[in-house]
């Protein structure tokens, strides 16, 4: 029986790549949609989000912790708070496996949404220019940044105390910008905010509500106060506990959010559009906007960090072989990996 229902909306506040692990002609890597060929964000994985986000902090809440987080231990049948939550990964045949108790279904974007092409390209740090060979360049579908999807989730009844302080502080997370779906998320891809988040509980405490839920007329009450509640005593726990910060658990991270202003004129090439409209350059827009690729911006920091390395070791070099012997930075996409930049 369904309990409580938990609605809001995803937005994209970057690009998102979500593979399909199919490919065409064309894209080598295809957005994943439904069978109607609509894209759409599948159920699992932000299921699969929820559950690695909450394992990672029940230790701190609840007294177990889940086999998922300790190496060499992940085969092994869990009965931890967070797989009475999820259901069970590992089911041994004398033991009837636990359904899942949360249903996460699957989240379809609320307005037009358009894929777009973006290439990821190595650049050869000898010639400073793109890598000819195929291997070194792919091309994978992007939902560009505030797209929006709908999030539906279902709770069973049964959750308990400790589970809904779980998930109450994922949401929350998620509505802080925390949320990350998809792949490529070192290239900048699948940040999503949670807005216009609403808890409803699903009132059937008398026959007159449950003939009104079975006419389906809305007796849905919101109870948006259930998720401070909720946080405020997660809060609690903690503080009495003082639990010391074990393997595998959340842990705390930097972020920098930051503005870049250009003092002269700048283009992120989009080959694609190169040959469309045969120009040598043609900046890469999505949705009508120009945009910087993570991936570029990524390219540009690592390059640099093999600059600085390489000086750090040429002060120790006595001669050509060896700083060749000892170069701290390779070629990446090179013939070899292991051939050091020169
Ligand atoms: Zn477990
Ligand atoms: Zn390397």
Not at 278 to 304: A, W
Not at 322 to 333: E, K, S, T, V, Y
């Amino acid at each position: 029986m369904i309990d409580k229902v938990i609605k809001g909306k995803l937005r994209s506040t970057t690009g998102v790549f979500f593979g399909s692990g199919q490919s065409n002609e064309y894209k080598d890597s295809i957005f994943f949609r439904d069978s109607q060929n609509n894209i759409i964000i599948p159920g699992s994985s932000i299921a699969g989000v929820l559950r690695a986000y909450i394992a990672r902090i029940s230790p701190y809440i609840t007294e177990d912790s889940c086999v998922q987080l300790v190496e060499g231990q992940k085969d092994e049948f869990c009965n931890c708070k967070v797989c009475q939550m999820f259901g069970s990964i590992n089911t041994r045949p004398d033991q009837e496996s636990m359904p899942s108790k949360v249903w996460v279904y699957h989240a379809t974007p609320i307005t037009r949404c358009k894929a777009f092409l973006r290439d990821g390209i190595t650049i050869d740090r000898e010639s400073e220019s793109s890598f000819r060979e195929s291997k070194a360049k792919f091309n994978f579908e992007v939902i560009p940044k505030n797209t929006i999807f709908d999030l539906h989730i279902e709770l069973e009844k049964g959750l308990n105390k400790e589970q809904e302080i779980l998930l109450c502080s994922a949401l929350s997370e998620w509505e802080k910008g925390r949320c990350f779906l998809g792949g490529l998320h070192s290239r900048g891809l699948g940040n999503f905010v949670l807005e216009d988040l609403n808890i409803y509980e699903l009132d059937i405490s008398d026959s007159n509500k449950l003939l009104k839920v079975l006419n389906r007329n809305s007796v849905l009450i919101r109870k948006n106060e259930f998720l401070q509640e909720k946080l405020k005593e997660g809060l609690k726990i903690i503080n009495e506990k003082h639990q010391i910060i074990q393997k595998g658990t959340y842990h705390s991270f930097f972020q920098f959010d930051f503005n870049i202003n250009f003092d002269s004129g700048v283009i992120v090439n989009n080959f694609k559009n190169n040959v469309r409209y045969s120009y040598d350059f043609f900046p890469i827009t999505e949705n009508g906007e120009f945009i910087i690729p993570g991936s570029s911006l990524r390219g540009v920091l690592r390059s640099h960090a093999e600059k600085i390395a390489k000086t750090i070791v040429n002060e120790n070099c006595e001669n050509l072989e060896d700083f060749l012997r000892i170069c701290p930075a390779c070629n990446p996409g090179g013939v070899s990996e292991k051939i050091p930049l020169t």
